[in-house]
């Protein structure tokens, strides 16, 4: 099969791989560049959900203020429980939880409630706001979790139990890494010719500013493009990418891999003061000098997750993340963790793929890079278009001509 034909055939498989990925694109790079700063926008949108209405007090933000606080609202409502805590409440803030309903013995079924996230001012133990996570609105509160969605699932509704949104936008990430290796062939299409592949026609017109812009724009960021589809697909595709890497380098098991799922879950035999204790200690047997950040309760899986972190840095700061130590919630065993750096190869990639994909792994540097990477995205999907579109019709109109 000679050159020519290859190039033919790459062309055509960029053309159609570009058109079949391109809306989307636009849609996931313009919701990652906002998303970047999702909790920035979000506080500035709704500070009920963050500033708490009686300004706070110097001194709150000890584990023990928020336990007391959780407790005092799950006593308040015995409906529900609290799924995520943070253990530290900067001062002047909310205590910021994610609840999830118990279930009704009169039905065996959970409770029904219109929030899962509850905002309570740390001074007067008074719910001061609360939201629905995940719902599709217009309103201030759900915009940034609409947007958040939208990036990595078009807010595509589960069916069944089965992320299918998670897996449309996977199979577009799966598309798009195959295209980057092609559409990088397709840039250089000899030795001699590789300084036009970097260049920009800025006084040639539109027609050939927008096609160096397509062409020219992707190959000087085509590794970060490379990342970001290798990021999209592993953590949208999770159940694929993980054998596969596991095939390669073993992958230290999850915290909820071994154990059974909970149709109807009890509620847990131990306390959080008991898990945050045993935490503690394991924290401090370590050598751990990080702060307890939060605590996380799986019902399903009778699971409790304790992380350490500073006052702020619940996504991460610069590096791989925080550590987690998982702890069976009937008898306080370890289950699994989460330390950042350690286990296998295939641990380290697949710990890799949220810092790299959110430009967290280099702190605030990254996080611009990644606003500015989405907007370049969705930049070199218009500009396919573009290509396309005008390409089509002057074809449409030599066709005309002929008849």
Same mark, same amino acid.
């Given at each position: 099969m000679s050159l020519v034909i290859v190039r033919t055939i790459m062309a055509v498989l960029h053309r159609w791989a570009g058109l079949f990925i391109a809306l989307f694109l636009i849609i996931a790079g313009l919701t990652g560049a906002l998303i970047s700063w999702d909790r920035e926008i979000d506080a500035w949108l709704n500070p009920s959900l963050y500033l708490a209405d009686s300004g706070g007090i110097a001194g709150v933000g000890t584990p023990a203020q928020s336990l007391a606080l959780a407790n005092r609202l799950e006593a308040s409502d015995p409906r529900l429980r609290i799924k995520y805590l943070p253990l530290s409440i900067a001062p002047g803030h909310t205590l910021g939880m994610t609840v999830t309903p118990q279930v009704d013995p009169a039905t065996g079924k959970n409770y029904k409630f219109d929030f899962n996230q509850v905002a309570l001012d740390p001074v007067t133990a008074r719910v001061q706001a609360t939201r629905l996570w995940g719902e599709f609105s217009f309103s201030t509160e759900a915009l940034m979790p609409v947007l958040y969605k939208l990036h990595y699932s078009l807010h595509i509704p589960p069916v069944g139990g089965l992320p299918l949104g998670n897996w449309f936008m996977g199979i577009v990430s799966l598309v798009w890494l195959f295209d980057c290796f092609i559409a990088l062939v397709i840039a250089f299409p000899n030795l001699q010719s590789w300084k036009k592949s970097f260049s920009f026609r800025l006084h040639s017109g539109m027609p050939k500013l927008n096609f160096d812009l397509h062409r020219s724009g992707g190959v000087w960021i085509w590794l970060l493009l490379l990342t970001m589809a290798m990021t999209s697909l592993s953590m949208n595709l999770p159940d694929i990418v993980r054998p596969v890497v596991g095939a390669i380098s073993p992958l230290t098991p999850g915290q909820y891999e071994q154990r059974q799922r909970r149709k109807l879950p009890p509620p847990p035999a131990l306390t959080r003061e008991q898990i945050v204790t045993l935490a503690t200690a394991e924290a401090q047997r370590r050598g751990w000098t990080s702060p307890l950040g939060a605590i996380h309760y799986s019902a399903p899986f009778d699971v409790y997750g304790v =992380? @350490? @972190? /500073?006052?702020?840095?619940?996504? &991460?700061? /610069? &590096?791989?993340?925080?550590?987690?130590?998982? @702890?069976?919630? $009937?008898? &306080?065993? /370890?289950? =699994?963790? $989460?330390?950042?750096?350690s286990g296998s190869a295939g641990d380290l990639f697949m710990a890799l793929q949220f810092p790299l994909h959110s430009g967290r792994i280099v702190g605030l540097a990254g996080r611009i890079l990644i606003s500015f990477l989405g907007v370049a995205i969705a930049l070199l999907s218009i500009t396919g278009l573009v290509i396309w579109t005008k390409r089509r019709q002057a074809k449409s109109k030599v066709q005309a001509q002929v008849r």
């Open positions: =992380s @350490f @972190f /500073a006052p702020g840095q619940d996504l &991460g700061g /610069a &590096g791989l993340g925080n550590p987690w130590l998982y @702890f069976d919630g $009937k008898t &306080g065993a /370890a289950v =699994s963790e $989460k330390i950042p750096g």
